[in-house]
């Protein structure tokens, strides 16, 4: 048997009252993992941003021909 399946089998004995309590607080784990994802997204732009920041004005060392295959 899943977790689902226990979590349902569980529910389904208790009183109409409790499973709605047992539905906000699903419905706040659901909101706090959105949360958190956005939150994660939103730091890891900042750290790429903060990273590359300034880096499209640097000149490269390196030239075209240098970063060419050269076969034989």
């Known amino acids: ?3 689902t399946e226990q979590i349902i ?3 389904g004995t ?3 009252n409790v499973q709605s309590e047992i539905l906000d607080f699903v419905e706040y784990l ?7 994802k956005n939150e ?3 730091w890891s732009d900042l750290s790429l941003t903060q990273a590359m920041r300034g880096l499209g004005s ?4 390196y030239s075209l ?8």
């Not at 640097?58 to 060392?61: A, G, K, L, N, R």
């Not at 021909?65 to 034989?72: A, G, I, P, R, T």
């Open 30 to 36: 659901e909101s706090k993992t959105e949360r958190t």
């Open 9 to 11: 089998k569980h529910i």
């Open 40 to 42: 994660r997204a939103n």
């Open 58 to 61: 640097e000149t490269s060392p």
């Open 65 to 72: 021909n240098d970063v060419k295959e050269k076969l034989k």
């Open 14 to 16: 208790l009183p109409e």
């Open 1 to 3: 048997m899943t977790i």
